[in-house]
């Protein structure tokens, strides 16, 4: 599939929702159809271009809306909806303006907003199907969504074959007489007299050969060849046990036998709390401290290593999270597409439930099979 898909959602409230989505969406789709924030526009290009720009280019554009996606404020307490700059609202009114196939995602327990409630460009929006998602049927609503999204994927690409077929073949023009494609006339004609003079020529070359006397020629003499042998060059045959053969692993990784990679340090950042369908949960979030110490081909697509779900483009390597007492794995991202990532390390906890006393992460290099194990932190609030 070559159509692109664009998650808009508001960062105050929404991202570790999105982020959900978005590790979901990736262990199916590859994740450069798959446009969420920021992260992807590159350093110094123009914000509000690259986004329209990537809006009009989508075919499907997810609009996550939480609890507060209506009624969020910004510093002057004015709600950033009625803001015609704001960009969720941008992302969204390009998208309904350019007929590109909008699909509501509530989550958090938010309900579908009233045509009242919306500014003016973005009141087609309610005449948009939207698809709750909960954590109770995760899954569920995640494949739900993945097959909308293959249909709008398929009639895309049915629309785009029909108008390849439609289209007219290209005509065959041929050069006209005078066209410098085709010798013409004055050509021929200089080349007549060239060959004229070619021929006098020749022919005064053959009269003067046929009446001169002929010069006697002095015999070859023959020359025998040295019957003296000569010694024999002596060649080395190489033991094949001293050819070295590289590692195909190591032929198929710019990294260098020189680079060190470093273990990750791992940090606490803190928790928030959140309610999704009327259930409180904690999230716990983590970040690695050393991030930028990790080359971007780590994180790059490794089609030819086993994929991750049906997404045949997982990362190169895995991110894991464990608890530190036992070893077991709470949570796993697969679908990292930079270092960077590694900052938004996250697992959570339904709220009143005991998180594990501490947890470290685990980079797990497929291609290279190395481990790079980070250093337990607390997590603050066990009891």
């Known amino acids: 599939m070559t159509g692109q898909i664009f998650i808009s959602y508001r960062r105050e409230e929404s991202r570790w929702s999105a982020r959900?989505?978005?590790?979901?969406?990736?262990?199916?789709?590859?994740?450069?159809?798959?446009?969420?924030?920021i992260d992807a526009i590159s350093l110094g290009d123009d914000f509000v271009k690259a986004i329209e720009k990537t809006v009009a280019e989508c075919d499907v554009l997810i609009a996550v809306i939480g609890a507060h996606w209506l009624t969020s404020t910004n510093e002057q307490d004015v709600r950033?909806?009625?803001?015609?700059?704001?960009?969720?609202?941008r992302e969204i009114a390009t998208a309904l303006k350019r007929d590109i196939r909008v699909i509501p995602v509530l989550v958090d327990g938010a309900l579908m907003p009233r045509p009242s409630e919306l500014p003016d460009d973005l009141k087609p929006l309610v005449r948009r199907n939207a698809l709750r998602i909960s954590d109770t049927g995760f899954d569920d609503d995640c494949r739900r969504l993945v097959a909308a999204i293959e249909q709008v994927m398929d009639k895309t690409a049915s629309k785009q074959d029909e108008r390849e077929r439609k289209a007219p073949p290209e005509r065959q023009v041929q050069p006209p007489p005078d066209s410098p494609l085709l010798p013409s006339k004055r050509k021929l004609l200089w080349a007549l007299p060239t060959f004229v003079?070619?021929?006098?020529?020749?022919?005064?070359?053959y009269f003067v050969s046929r009446h001169s006397e002929p010069t006697p020629t002095k015999p070859e003499v023959a020359v025998q060849p040295s019957v003296k042998p000569t010694?024999?060059?002596?060649?080395?045959?190489?033991?094949?046990?001293?050819?070295?053969?590289?590692?195909?692993?190591?032929?198929s990784s710019p990294m260098s036998t020189s680079e060190q990679i470093p273990n990750p340090e791992l940090a606490y950042v803190g928790k928030e709390a959140y309610v999704a369908n009327g259930q409180q949960w904690v999230r716990y979030n983590l970040k690695v401290v050393n991030w930028s110490a990790?080359?971007?081909?780590?994180?790059?697509?490794?089609p030819q290593l086993p994929p991750c779900g049906n997404n045949h483009n997982a990362s190169r390597t895995w991110v894991d999270i464990y608890d530190a007492t036992s070893g077991t794995k709470i949570y796993g991202f697969c679908g990292f597409g930079s270092a960077n990532e590694l900052r938004q390390l996250w697992f959570a906890v339904a709220a009143g439930g005991n998180p594990p006393a501490s947890v470290y992460v685990e980079l797990k290099d497929r291609l290279m099979q190395q481990k790079y194990k980070s250093n337990a932190v607390a997590v603050r609030d066990h009891s």
């Open 80 to 89: 950033r909806l009625d803001n015609p700059e704001d960009f969720v609202r």
């Open 197 to 205: 003079i070619c021929l006098v020529v020749g022919a005064g070359i």
């Open 294 to 302: 990790y080359p971007q081909y780590l994180f790059t697509a490794a």
């Open 20 to 37: 959900s989505l978005y590790d979901r969406l990736s262990a199916h789709f590859d994740r450069k159809q798959i446009f969420m924030d």
């Open 231 to 251: 010694a024999p060059v002596p060649v080395e045959t190489p033991n094949p046990a001293t050819i070295a053969t590289p590692s195909v692993a190591a032929a």
